[in-house]
């Protein structure tokens, strides 16, 4: 069995076990965190998708906290979807991981073979690569997270430097085929931050002209937004085929449930990148 180890431990988060669930436990009741337990509500509702930062834990693990604990307000899933975008360009345009488990301080994690192989079987140009997933951080910076709020979980890693509208549509409507029916047990989550290097009126006011248009559930006004306003999203495609998945699943409702810059963390607000978590509701 492949065993994909760390490549940010002691960079992106703490490299111990303990050290790592501090950082968490800081990350949720910091004072721009959820500061919420996860008791589960009573109601049918559940979360389909997520966007979540992936930016160091000083920096996003308060935004990236909300999208977690909002999830275990509704359910406890078995399975996470996580795509990210290959920062490195490293490997196949579209990578997937169908067998295997990655590694962090906090242990193992299986990679949920069946649902990665027919998601797999179902994008032709999703290649299986582990070389892709060998440096990047975007999928396993949301790994912590999900080992600590959900133990026993799966995961299925999928990383993109081909971020087409084109290719986000395919992925989204093909991972809808593949869970329906299992929604509530599986949350796809879109691993991206928003705005890079700019002052934090500057990137505040950038990442709200795109997160209008995934309120919208628009994947076009999304990418085009993005475009037109130059707001340097590095997961764009992630989160387009979050919009499309969260669509195609009959999503009734989108909720912005935190938005923060590296400045409301380090203090530092002439240089800042923008992060956002949002969950789409079923």
């Known amino acids: ?53 992936h930016a160091g834990y000083v920096y996003s693990g308060p935004v990236a906290a909300h999208a977690y604990v909002e999830v275990g307000k509704y359910a406890k899933p078995k ?21 295997g488990e990655w590694e962090t301080p906090l242990g193992r994690v299986e990679v949920d073979e069946e649902l990665a192989r027919e998601i797999k079987a179902k994008v032709r140009d999703l290649a299986e690569d582990p070389t892709a997933f060998e440096r990047e951080h975007s999928v396993e910076v949301q790994v912590p997270f999900i080992q600590y709020l959900f133990p026993g979980s799966r995961i299925v890693p999928i990383v993109l430097w081909n971020q087409t509208i084109d290719m986000a549509r395919r992925l989204g409507s093909a991972i809808s085929e593949v869970v329906d029916g299992r ?12 705005n890079h290097y700019e002052p934090h009126e500057v990137t505040t006011d950038k990442d709200m002209r795109v997160i209008e248009h995934v309120l919208n559930m628009d994947e076009e006004g999304f990418y085009s937004a993005m ?37 409301d963390t380090s203090g530092y607000l002439l240089e800042t990148v923008g992060y956002a978590s949002i969950a789409f509701y079923k």
């Open 1 to 53: 069995m492949v065993t994909r180890k760390p490549a940010v431990a002691g960079m992106f988060y703490e490299a111990s076990r303990d050290g790592l669930i501090n950082q968490i436990k800081w990350a949720i009741e910091h004072e721009i965190g959820p500061k919420s337990t996860m008791n589960v509500k009573e109601d049918k509702q559940y979360v389909l998708s997520v966007v979540a930062p």
């Open 79 to 99: 399975v996470f979807i996580i795509i990210g975008p290959n920062h490195y360009g490293v490997g196949s345009p579209a990578a997937i991981m169908t067998s």
């Open 183 to 194: 929604a509530g047990e599986v949350v796809l989550v879109a691993s991206s931050d928003l």
């Open 227 to 263: 475009e037109k306003y130059d707001v340097s999203v590095c997961g764009f495609g992630a989160i387009m085929a979050a919009i499309v998945y969260s669509r195609k699943q009959g999503a009734t409702g989108v909720k912005l449930l935190k938005h923060a810059t590296s400045g």
